[in-house]
């Protein structure tokens, strides 16, 4: 293969965010060409890179970079399936996220450097996926994190925007700090920072802290994939445009923590106790966001803390040794989950905002926008799991993962042995990522009937439908339920205007691999081959299970959500407090009462849920707010104190002059009287 096209694939992205940045306000003409050629000229060429490198294959190629007087630092590329698989996806996204981005965000008048970062942001994942030493890969990681600082903040002039960007950089720091310092320790104990080394160490058992390095690895990868107790930035990261949301949750920043454990899993197969940590880090993970997204009123909310919680069956993978499962649920997943993000953008475009609540009474959403309705239900279908949709198989092939670890027999496809992975940790995947399921069903189902179905919407429904333009602009962005967290995004688009076609063909090109991946992937094992070459089909009890649960869980929503309509139809709510919300159309003034299914089957939790169960709270009391006092401490030490000296130290160098200044009288009789005393005091200290 010639190297040239491997080295191009991240090249192409970072030359044409230069260009798209240097055309800016120049050559406004020539903005979205440079935005979307080169990404789409990468996705090609990491297509071409996958196929030609084939099955079972992989390539090394380095050159130093600069000695360091200890391990070399080289820019070194390594290329393998999972590379060139997760390199194809990061491609497609990208390239559907460019084209879409030039409809969504029209009439922005900071397009071309939101053009200029996406592009950027796709060539640090790019080069995070195909680097063959990790201080290289550290490089597109720290880039990728200041893009995603950026995009967050796209909209500025927003205080929701400008704290969520703070956040997301601060949390994913936190856990940068240790990951820093991990790889670090890892590079000393092989040797090398070049990963084939690295694994050949952790192989012939040379690596002197595992553990050590292990668990420091695992803070940044907490960070940056959003996993417990650093993932409160996911879902505040919503105020940022709707495009970058499905590049970061889909291909990008919170799958580069995953894909580095599943470069480096002969190193945490070397330490039992991290993949316990890792374990109860994914049950929690996936457990909680599932709870957090069935409460939620903002739709992009929901999509966010069902990422954090995919994300939680990926590490949960990892932990029960197949990074397979993982790497295969992390491609499926993005690809559903990129589609679930832009189809809500279109509907978020159309709708005028982001509260669900608000979208059920709005009368005929789903005629107006059948493409996202469709693909929508496509996606919706995939995450909760159903055959034959992508989601379906690559979820059971967590769950086999998962079951084989728990009775002993890890499918770590030769990476290490069985019995490296604690049977402890395979049975806390196994449990919690079932119960997760029957959520994930419950609030796919709840997200969707409360969008589309709901009847305050078909009640309000005229003949015609009613174009929610005509209601004003600034009742509809606070038609939200009161007491639910809310990010919402600056309007890009006019809702009286259908949606373009640049917003509606990306869905359809990513409801493809959405609904067949699965299928082709596994049908001629093709997938397998490339990968470690281990088994992904499901196994009869997970299909069976997973399935059941899935199903039952969307049974439950849709019973809980019949029994709100049917008790809101006999005019009998439930609870007072239940959903109640001013009218986006219709008469002013008009209220409606929001069939809610996730109030009915959260109960008491339904509250503590839609608030992320405290967690920012308790960051506050226990971190934010110390650290604030002490920030105020210092300024004031640094003002009254320190600054007191300084300022001393001029004010007493002044007086000094001032005094000396006095005996400067020009008297030539005063300058030798005083000579001569001083020969006299000087004359009498001697003598005595």
Not at 80 to 89: A, K, P
Not at 660 to 676: D, E, F, I, K, P
Request: glycine fraction near 10%; aromatic fraction near 8%.
């Amino acid at each position: 293969m010639n190297l040239a096209l491997p080295a191009l694939v991240p090249a192409l992205p970072a030359l044409g965010a230069a260009a798209t940045l240097a055309a800016g306000k120049k050559a406004p003409g020539l903005v979205r060409p440079l935005a979307i050629v080169p990404v789409a000229a990468s996705a090609v060429l990491a297509l071409v890179v996958a196929l030609q490198l084939g099955t079972g294959q992989a390539l090394d190629a380095a050159t130093r970079l600069t000695p360091t007087g200890g391990p070399d630092v080289a820019l070194a590329l390594h290329l393998d399936g999972f590379s060139s698989l997760i390199s194809v996806l990061v491609g497609l996204v990208a390239t559907c996220v460019q084209v879409y981005s030039t409809a969504y965000l029209k009439e922005d008048p900071r397009y071309p450097s939101y053009a200029a970062l996406v592009s950027l942001f796709t060539a640090a994942m790019f080069l995070v996926v195909y680097s063959g030493d990790l201080i290289v890969l550290l490089v597109g990681w720290e880039v990728m994190g200041i893009c995603s600082y950026f995009l967050i903040g796209h909209h500025w002039e927003s205080a929701d925007a400008r704290s969520a960007s703070l956040k997301a950089f601060l949390v994913t720091k936190l856990g940068d700090v240790p990951f820093l310092f991990g790889i670090f320790l890892l590079g000393a104990d092989a040797h090398s920072f070049r990963i084939p080394d690295v694994l050949a160490a952790a192989t012939d058992g040379k690596l002197g802290h595992p553990t050590l390095i292990a668990l420091l690895l695992l803070a940044g990868v907490a960070g940056k994939s959003a996993q417990f107790p650093l993932h409160t930035w996911l879902p505040d990261a919503m105020a940022g445009p709707t495009p970058v949301s499905a590049l970061i949750h889909a291909a990008t920043m919170v799958a580069a923590g995953i894909y580095l454990v599943a470069r480096l899993l002969p190193v945490f197969l070397l330490s039992g106790a991290a993949l316990v940590v890792l374990a109860v880090m994914a049950a929690v993970t996936m457990i909680g966001s599932a709870l957090c997204a069935l409460a939620q009123d903002d739709l992009k909310r929901v999509l966010a803390y069902s990422t954090v919680g995919q994300l939680g069956y990926m590490a949960g993978a990892l932990a029960s040794g197949d990074r397979e499962a993982a790497v295969f649920h992390l491609v499926s997943h993005g690809a559903f989950k990129a589609l679930l993000f832009l189809a809500a953008g279109v509907v978020i475009h159309a709708a005028h905002t982001n509260s669900i609540s608000a979208m059920s009474r709005i009368p005929g959403l789903r005629k107006r926008v059948p493409d996202a309705y469709w693909t929508m239900g496509i996606g919706l279908v995939a995450l909760i799991g159903l055959p034959p949709f992508s989601g379906f198989f690559s979820k059971e092939a967590v769950l086999s993962a998962a079951e084989h670890a728990a009775n002993g027999e890890a499918m770590t496809n030769g990476l290490g042995p069985a019995s490296a992975v604690p049977q402890a940790a395979g049975w806390i995947v196994l449990v919690s990522a079932a119960l997760t399921a029957l959520l994930t069903a419950a609030y796919a189902t709840r997200l969707f009937l409360l969008a589309f179905h709901s009847p305050a919407g078909v009640a309000a429904a005229a003949p015609e439908v009613v174009a929610p333009a005509v209601a004003d602009r600034a009742t509809v962005v606070a038609d939200h339920e009161a007491d639910a967290p809310y990010s919402p995004e600056l309007d890009e688009a006019d809702p009286a205007t259908a949606e373009p076609h640049a917003m509606r063909w990306p869905l359809w090109v990513l409801a493809v691999p959405t609904m067949a991946f699965g299928i082709t992937g596994l049908r001629s094992d093709w997938l397998p081959a490339l990968l470690d070459g281990g088994t992904l089909r499901p196994s009869g009890v997970t299909a069976v299970t997973g399935t059941g649960l899935a199903v039952a869980g969307a049974l439950l929503a849709y019973g809980a959500w019949r029994s709100a309509t049917a008790r809101l139809g006999a005019g009998r709510p439930a609870r007072a407090p239940l959903g109640r919300v001013p009218a986006q159309a219709g008469a002013p003034g008009a209220e409606v009462i929001v069939a809610d299914p996730g109030r009915t089957l959260l109960g008491p939790l339904f509250g503590p849920a839609r608030h992320g169960f405290g967690v920012d709270r308790l960051y506050a009391v226990l971190f934010v707010r110390p650290v604030a006092a002490a920030a105020r401490l210092v300024r004031f030490l640094d003002r009254e104190v320190v600054e007191g000296y300084v300022q001393g130290s001029g004010i007493g160098a002044n007086l000094l002059g001032r005094a000396v200044r006095l005996a400067q009288t020009g008297n030539a009789q005063t300058y030798l009287s005083a000579l001569l005393a001083g020969v006299v005091l000087l004359a009498v200290l001697v003598a005595v």
